[in-house]
């Protein structure tokens, strides 16, 4: 079994440019799968890539972190090309890892690029549970078009380099993305909005209070739970707001000890965490429009929720 090197392993100097562009690149690649793990594994895979060229190829590069980006994004499109198929035989409904606080650190689109705010996503909007999923819904090259584009505001031109696509192609591609936000955004809520709603769930989840819950849940609302086949959940979306909080009553009634439910930051937006024994269960990501809960994501696959566990302990 062989090693990937670390940026900070690598024998010899190495250039600032190179140590300092892997926090930059691990938040890119989370974007483009949906998974941590999967981002970091991506990013190592593009530091062996940069190693492995001899020193005089390296030297060429002139600007480092431009060379990384796109390797890493070129890594991260082969893998979304063949994650539906992995995904076909997974257990259950699949959701993007869902992340605590802790685990997102600040990003800065790249220097010296003009954008038109109407045509780009804040990065915080970006890592949301409900625009994570969104995302799941586009193609590969779309996402990575747009990923690339509208969010980390890179130029056509590299998004082409990555693609194996013409800039306008892109441009096309990153357009088609845009309008498949456009078409399901919904009025923004304050965030202490938000946690007033989240919070007010908690309770009358508590209580086991199905009125107080259906008044929170909008009437189309939708649940979807991810247990990966390692954790017992539901398999299929609940849809429509009273069927979620019969479902969430029940959940509480057959609880086989008590949980513990704290009110923590998920994907950067106010959620839910249930606790057993010190040790998380389930992470509860929420979509709220106006106050109403319209759709409810619950991890429970383990290998999800280890940032988690590392972050409570």
């Known amino acids: 079994m062989t090693t990937r090197p670390d940026p900070g392993d690598a024998p010899g100097p190495v250039p600032d440019a190179v140590i300092s562009e892997r926090r930059q690149l691990v938040n890119l690649a989370y974007r483009l799968l949906g998974s941590l793990t999967e981002a970091e594994d991506a990013v190592q895979e593009a530091y062996a890539r940069w190693y492995a060229l001899s020193p005089p190829q390296r030297a060429a590069i002139q600007s480092p972190g431009a060379w990384l980006s796109t390797v890493a994004s070129r890594i991260c499109l082969n893998l979304l090309s063949s994650a539906r198929a992995r995904r076909e035989t997974y257990v259950g409904e699949w959701i993007p890892e869902p992340l605590p606080q802790s685990a997102l650190p600040g990003i800065a689109p790249p220097d ?32 990575v078009a747009f990923i690339l584009h509208d969010v980390f505001r890179y130029p056509f031109a590299q998004v082409a380099e990555v693609t194996g696509r013409t800039p306008p192609a892109c441009r096309q591609l990153a357009s088609a993305a845009r309008r498949r936000v456009r ?30 819950l259906v008044g929170l849940l909008a009437p189309d609302a939708t649940a979807t739970a991810d247990g990966g086949g390692r954790a017992v ?16 009553v029940e959940i509480a009634r057959r609880a086989a000890a008590p949980m513990t439910l704290r009110e923590r930051t998920v994907n950067g937006r106010p959620g839910l965490v249930a606790e057993q024994d010190g040790r998380v269960l389930t992470v509860f990501a929420f979509d709220v429009a106006g106050m109403r809960i319209r759709h409810i994501w619950a991890v429970r696959n383990p290998e999800k929720l280890r940032r988690w566990t590392a972050d409570v302990g």
């Not at 955004?185 to 009125?211: C, E, L, N, Y």
């Not at 959940?233 to 969430?248: D, K, N, S, Y």
């Open 233 to 248: 959940t539901f398999l299929r979306p609940i849809e429509g707001g009273e069927q979620v909080a019969r479902a969430w």
């Open 183 to 212: 078409d399901s955004a919904a009025p923004a809520t304050p965030a202490a909005r938000q946690a007033g709603v989240i919070r007010a769930f908690k309770a009358a989840w508590a209580a086991k209070d199905i009125d107080a």
């Open 112 to 143: 010296g690029t003009a954008a038109d705010p109407a045509d780009h996503v804040t990065l915080d909007e970006s890592v949301t549970m409900a625009f994570l999923v969104l995302l799941e819904s586009m193609t590969p090259p779309e996402r």
